[in-house]
Nanobody, 116 residues
Framework: QVQLVESGGGLVQPGGSLRLSCAAT????????IGWFRQAPGKGREAVTC????????TYADSVKGRFTVARDNAKNTVNLQMNSLKPEDTVVYYC?????????WGQGTQVTVSS
């Protein structure tokens, strides 16, 4: 059974940083394209990053480009999202999933709150 677990969220001041982690069991993340998604209340889930498999490149949504960086840790079977220069509009729940996303892979997400 595949399980993706997001962690690392929290409360941070504008301009601050957080590092999210997506840990997997049941699959080897490096074999898949992986995305970080976020969903604001009442809105659909949007992909903010897409990392190709096998240490491939990452593309970023314009809203996070230059501030967010994805890194794989294959030894730990995780994909990490380093978020810098956080803004209040980054306040949402963040999820990871393979791309194309699979409905039964969605985890609980991790809440990021950017507020002074």
């Amino acid at each position: 059974q595949v399980q993706l677990v997001e962690s690392g969220g929290g409360l941070v001041q504008p301009g601050g940083s957080l590092r999210l982690s997506c840990a997997a069991t049941g699959i080897t993340l490096d074999s898949y394209a992986i995305g970080w998604f976020r969903q604001a209340p009442g809105k659909g889930r949007e992909a903010v990053t897409c990392t190709q498999s096998r240490e491939g490149a990452t593309t970023y949504a314009d809203s996070v480009k230059g501030r967010f960086t994805v890194a794989r840790d294959n030894a730990k079977n995780t994909v990490n999202l380093q978020m810098n220069s956080l803004k209040p509009e980054d306040t949402v729940v963040y999820y990871c999933n393979v791309i194309p996303s699979r409905r039964n892979y969605w985890g609980q997400g991790t809440q990021v709150t950017v507020s002074s």
